[in-house]
């Protein structure tokens, strides 16, 4: 589904990945570690397409990123379900007008989708919020609607960069499990997470396999937790 090969990323002349090999296919549960500025953003974003390796080479869903055009490559995000940590929504839309945003622009919303939603709101612990406006919402309830609106159309596959960095233990572990019960029905999940005990939790529940970058490099923690 996604493929990494010998992939080279710099900025401003530091190296920040550096000949990394990835591949995510249906079924992989992987956490991605490593200290602030190790690189998992930026391989998270190479892996949605959302930018291009200075070395290597991209593939998504079987395609080289470098032969795909601006279109095939949004047409690519479509089919994922992402999470970045910058969590961005319209602020003069309710909450729930924003979560059904990606589809409102597609065509009219039908009311399957719309109960869809509400389902996948409640789930989060935002049930209560559907007419909120963004700027009400903390950071940890925001973070929440923006994994609401990733899962709604049903990913092939979702990247999540920090998806339980502002929210408390409880609400970390639930979304974690949704994660998990994804994962069961073949979805595969690649997320960056910096709490080792949430990984730690993971372990009677899914097989899942840790990755870690430092200094350009990423590395296999094990087989498995």
Request: net charge neutral; charged share 20%.
């Amino acid at each position: 589904m996604i493929d990494l090969s010998q992939v080279t990323v710099g900025f401003g002349g530091r190296m920040v990945l550096a000949d990394v090999t990835f591949s995510l296919q249906p079924g992989d549960f992987f956490f991605l570690t490593g200290p602030s500025g190790a690189g998992k953003t930026t391989l998270l974003r190479l892996c949605a397409g959302a930018m291009t390796p200075a070395e290597g080479e991209v593939r998504l869903f079987g395609r080289p990123l470098s032969e795909m055009t601006s279109d095939a490559r949004a047409g690519a995000r479509r089919r994922m379900g992402i999470v970045y940590q910058d969590t961005q929504f319209l602020d003069h839309l309710p909450l729930e007008e924003n979560i059904l945003l990606p589809f409102t622009v597609r065509g009219p919303v039908d009311a399957e989708m719309r109960a869809q939603a509400q389902d996948l709101m409640t789930w989060v612990g935002l049930g209560g919020h559907r007419a909120a406006l963004p700027p009400t919402l903390s950071g940890g309830e925001r973070q929440r609607a923006a994994l609401a609106r990733a899962l709604l159309p049903a990913p092939e596959l979702v990247l999540a960069d920090e998806p339980t960095g502002n929210l408390d233990w409880e609400m970390s572990l639930k979304l974690l499990t949704l994660l998990i019960e994804l994962n069961r029905l073949g979805t595969p999940v690649l997320m960056a997470t910096h709490d080792l005990a949430l990984i730690r939790a993971a372990k009677p529940m899914v097989n899942a396999r840790v990755l870690r970058l430092k200094d350009g490099k990423l590395t296999q923690a094990g087989a498995a937790l």
